[in-house]
């Protein structure tokens, strides 16, 4: 049985992650139109909902924030991270062990593969060692399975993310976090190729609600499991009003037009 069967960070299968790693990943700038998110704990407060399964921060934030709301929020620590200062290839440190993170009270870890990178060898050996050190906690592992590097670049190309589900599935992940490839076909192949492992789909920068709604239901019809969203909720004005529709459209199957109305 894989740890995530009976973890918290699923609800009925599914899943809706909150991320807010972005302060390491892009920097301040994904704060500028809403200062007030800089301070993690507004960000904490919106993983309260109900439709959030467990929020994904790195062991700084983990560590100042989490003890104040452990009774309501599930933790995902994020194990490796960069800086967007970083002009090298692709490549992540791991700056948290699974040791560290068990002891502030994860629910789950998570760890960046940039499957394509020069990096890529060196970063597949580090997920083999904290998904291992992971399974002996039962700590479920969430993979950012994004290609990249290279020729690749940021690539969402439907073989692409097909590719990395399945990196993901062979490796160990128990979720993978993938971007969305550009149609509910691909992104039905996408979840084929991952076997048993759920998957989910990365937010991405802010859009219109019913654009966003309308890809996470076509994930949702793809048979997929969720998502894993940062700057579409937080960046929000009011994130509670778009989690009462994504709580409709990821856990009881409604369009977005419909969980919209409501
Ligand atoms: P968003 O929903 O805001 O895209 O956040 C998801 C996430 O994976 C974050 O965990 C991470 O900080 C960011 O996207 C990385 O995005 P990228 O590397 O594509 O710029």
Request: with cysteine; charged share 25%.
């Amino acid at each position: 049985m894989r740890p995530i069967d009976d973890s918290p960070i699923v609800r009925d299968g599914n899943a809706c992650i909150l991320a807010m790693d972005h302060g390491l990943e892009h920097g301040p700038v994904d704060f500028e139109e809403v200062p007030e998110k800089l301070d993690p704990a507004t960000v904490f407060e919106t993983a309260t909902h109900d439709a959030v399964t467990c929020i994904a921060v790195q062991k700084g934030i983990a560590e100042g924030y989490y003890p104040s709301y452990e009774d309501d929020v599930n933790l995902l620590v994020k194990l490796n991270g960069t800086s967007n200062l970083w002009m090298g290839e692709p490549d992540s440190s791991l700056n948290c062990s699974v040791e560290y993170a068990a002891e502030i009270g994860a629910d789950a870890v998570g760890f960046t593969l940039y499957g394509g990178s020069n990096n890529e060898v060196e970063m597949a050996e580090e997920f083999r060692e904290i998904h291992e050190a992971a399974r002996e906690y039962d700590l479920p592992v969430v993979m950012w399975s994004y290609p990249r590097g290279q020729g690749l670049k940021n690539d969402t190309k439907p073989g692409t993310i097909s590719y990395a589900t399945r990196l993901a599935l062979e490796l160990g992940a128990d979720i993978a976090k993938v971007k969305y490839p550009g149609s509910a076909d691909a992104m039905e192949h996408a979840v084929q190729c991952a076997g048993d492992m759920k998957v989910v789909m990365s937010g991405g920068s802010k859009t219109d609600d019913l654009d966003f709604l309308s890809t996470v239901e076509a994930v949702i019809a793809a048979g997929g499991n969720g998502l894993a969203v940062g700057r579409n909720v937080w960046q929000r004005e009011n994130p509670e009003r778009l989690l009462d529709a994504l709580e409709k459209v990821i856990y009881e199957e409604e369009t977005a037009d419909a969980a919209l109305e409501a």
